[in-house]
């Protein structure tokens, strides 16, 4: 509940910065103005202080080499 208060707070705090009217599809979109990076700067947490894996995927370009040779045979 804290959390989705806390993010509309910060939608009307960046309004004039939405690339798509308020409460449609796209409302998640934000123009990169100064202000909202300097809030994301002072605001942003490093994975490693959130205990998160800084790497979740990895793509490897031999299974994907593979997948188009059989695509072509």
Do not use: Y
């Not at 990169?32 to 990076?37: H, K, P, T, V």
């Not at 605001?43 to 998160?52: F, P, Q, T, V």
């Amino acid at each position: 509940m804290d959390a989705e208060q806390r993010e509309r707070e910060i939608h009307n705090q960046f309004v004039g910065s939405m690339r798509f009217r308020q409460h449609t599809v796209g409302a998640e979109w934000f123009a990169a103005s100064d202000e909202l990076l300097a809030f994301i700067r002072k605001n942003a947490k490093d994975a490693d202080e959130l205990s998160l894996p800084r790497l979740v995927a990895t793509f490897s370009s031999s299974s994907s080499t593979s997948d188009s040779k059989n695509e072509e045979s």
